[in-house]
């Protein structure tokens, strides 16, 4: 059982950065992939960026590319998603995910993917 906690969340002002951290409680050998997700308010679950444990592949959604970057600590068993030039619509609520099978590049942004969640960091982007 892998446990995630995710910090970092905060209220910022259009243009600036936050950077959120997750926390595993461990890796298991079958950890594959972890993955952030988002959700607004009234809209579905949507990926942000994912990341293979090995660190070789990332995905990233076409409207966070150029601005957000995940990377891992897997010596701290921690992921991480830097978020610059935010903008008001990446106001959500936001997942940390991870996987316990192979993740392709059609499906890395598939919630039923994923085996493990937080409970989630709010994000707020002010204009």
């Known amino acids: 059982q892998v446990q995630l906690v995710e910090s970092g969340g905060g209220s910022v002002q259009a243009g600036g950065s936050l950077r959120l951290s997750c926390a595993a409680s461990?890796?298991?050998?079958?950890?594959?992939?972890m993955a952030w997700f988002r959700q607004a308010p009234g809209k579905v679950r949507e990926g942000v960026a994912a990341?293979?444990?090995?660190?070789?592949?990332?995905y990233y959604a076409d409207s966070v590319k150029g601005r957000f970057t995940i990377s891992q600590d897997n010596a701290k068993n921690m992921v991480y998603l830097q978020m610059n030039t935010l903008k008001p619509e990446d106001t959500a609520m936001y997942y940390c995910?991870?996987?316990?099978?192979?993740?392709?590049?059609?499906?890395?942004?598939?919630?039923?993917?994923?085996?493990?969640w937080g409970q989630g960091t709010q994000v707020t982007v002010s204009s």
């Open positions: 990341i293979s444990t090995g660190g070789v592949t990332t």
């Open positions: 461990q890796y298991t050998y079958s950890t594959t992939w």
């Open positions: 995910a991870a996987a316990t099978r192979s993740i392709y590049s059609w499906s890395w942004s598939t919630q039923t993917w994923y085996s493990y």
